[in-house]
């Protein structure tokens, strides 16, 4: 995510750079017909029981695929949100068809969660907003009772450890977003969000995925995603990954989307509103496309600046992650380092060059690699934040010394306020603290071991632990082992320390 308050310390000169790339609308094809599609009409069923009315649903997804088997994690309970997720599931991969209905601000949803239990009990929790109903759950096609207490879904079922099950749940209602536990201006709640045209957006750090469907929503639970997405038309639903097919059906649009690398749900998005799509590639091939509102050519020329950050980017840290990269630009004032379809406010400043080469290097920093705990965002941020600020002074001609000697100026204070990056307070999270000190340690980590080993660690690490979440102690672990230098007490100060550590 990218933090507003840098606007104060990092303005630069913002050049309009033409790029000229290969433009290319994608068509929506008008193919076939789904009379299921759309329509949605079911009774409203208590919150304890489903209805035994209805047909169980059916689904093809093997919790056994092997495909999934990358999804497996070594789930925990957060340190610092121990209410939200629950280390007993580990979500392997999630089939999410939504219906949006703009006019009664309505969703209705079915998931299919593919999911290993981590430990043998007599019931299993998820994630869910409490003003979703359920009206149907059943697990290997077998009907379930679920209790549904605040955003506490709990399945009525036995699960033995380390065995694979299916859980289907059948939901509607109108989502509201969660309280972000943050005091950051940008933002003030997380998840689903609503705006006054009926339009969609989502962003959820830390939490806040459970708004719109049933999640293990902790980082350390990486899984797979697949989405069926209707609304009427001219509106279109977007998510993460490639659009694999879109069509019109009865006035509706559907799209499916397919994410084809397993992300923690924080990394999860849905947007949904009008838009087109415009198309590019990296230097590299890496294909790119951009979701932005049909005539919106601000916003289009910000996106199209992300070419040349990808190109940028990989000179610095090696080929990009992933199999292709979008954009969407919701109405938002903050920015999402969503995986694989990054969400970016319409404010100028999240349509920035700065904010550009931030999010895409979270691909790197967050998304291929997360953090397991949110103790640990900093790793997310420093890095992201550092290497923006390498790329602000090449782009505007300043020494990178000048630019940290600029954040350096308010460090102390960040820290003084939300305490120290690696030790905040729960209730400040996503403040300038796990921005700026962090990026401020990686560049003295830099003077101190030259660049050759530090551009060398920094480029390797993305690919040691891919679609995994390494904790804190084996990042600096291995760090230390890359590098061949004893840097604990190094890491102490900067990351531990109430106070900034003097800079070289
Ligand atoms: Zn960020």
Known sequence: MKNKVLLIVAVVVTLVVGVVVLLAILTAGVLGTDPGAGTTSEEPATQTAPPSDDDPPVSDTDPNDPAFKAAESETVEDSLYPNVGDPSVDSLHYGLDLTWDPDAKALSGTAEVAFRATTTQGQFQLDLGEPLEVTSATLDGQEVEVEHTGKDLVVKAP???????LLVVEYEGTPEPADAPTTRSDFSTTGFTITDDGDVWTMQEPYGAYTWYPVNDQPADKAFYDFTITTPAPRMGIANGELTSQEEVDGNSVTTWHLDSAASSYLVTLAIGEYESTEAESASGVPLTYWTEPGDTRALNAMQYTSKAVDWLEKKLGPFPFSSLGSVVVDSESAMETQQMITYGNSDYTLSKDVVV???????????????????????????????????????????????????????????????????????????????????????????????????????????????????????????????????????????????????
Do not use: C
């Open 159 to 165: 699960v033995t450890e380390d065995t694979k099950y």
């Open 358 to 504: 931030h999010e895409i290097a979270h691909q790197w920093y967050g998304d291929i690699t997360s953090p397991s705990d949110w103790k640990d965002v900093w790793i997310n941020e420093g890095m992201a934040m550092y290497l923006q600020g390498v790329f602000e002074a090449e782009d505007t001609g300043r020494k990178v010394d000048r630019v940290m000697d600029d954040w350096a100026l308010y460090e102390k204070q960040y820290r003084a306020t939300a305490g120290p990056p690696g030790n905040y307070d729960p209730r400040t999270f996503g403040e300038s603290n796990i921005y700026y000190g962090p990026a401020l340690m990686w560049h003295e980590l830099r003077k101190r071991i030259g660049d050759e080993k530090f551009w060398a660690m920094v480029r390797k690490w993305p690919t040691v632990h891919e679609q995994g979440n390494p904790t804190r102690e084996e990042y600096l672990d291995w760090i230390e082992q890359e590098t061949g230098e004893e840097l604990s007490a190094f890491f102490d100060a900067w990351l531990m320390g109430s106070k900034t550590p003097r800079r070289s």
